[in-house]
């Protein structure tokens, strides 16, 4: 089952926030719960991101697109996990 146009769309926004964010702070570190309108959408995002990554830990499959998207955020800076979290990376990433 593919994304839908709309889909795709927001996540590429998203991702264009990101990296507007990382050009204003200087990392990728976005707070699940943010208190900036600006940045409000973009820490709930995060929070997803790293929700779908968890899950491709913890062995579930994902589509290719996905694993393009983990490599894309990887690429910028992006922490998957936050502190003590399992997995740091996968090699299939790659």
């Given at each position: 089952i593919g994304l839908s146009q709309g889909r795709r769309a927001k996540w590429e926004e998203q991702f264009a926030l990101l990296l507007r964010y990382r050009?204003?702070?200087?990392h990728c570190d976005v707070p699940t719960i943010y208190t900036n309108e600006e940045y409000r959408s973009l820490g709930r995002w995060v929070s997803s991101q790293r929700m779908n990554h968890r899950r491709f830990c913890d062995g579930e499959r994902v589509s290719e697109?996905?694993?393009s998207r983990f490599r894309r955020l990887m690429d910028v800076g992006f922490n998957f996990v936050i502190g003590s979290g399992r997995?740091?990376?996968?090699?299939?990433?790659?």
């Open positions: 050009e204003a702070y200087g697109e996905l694993r997995c740091k990376g996968r090699a299939e990433h790659r």
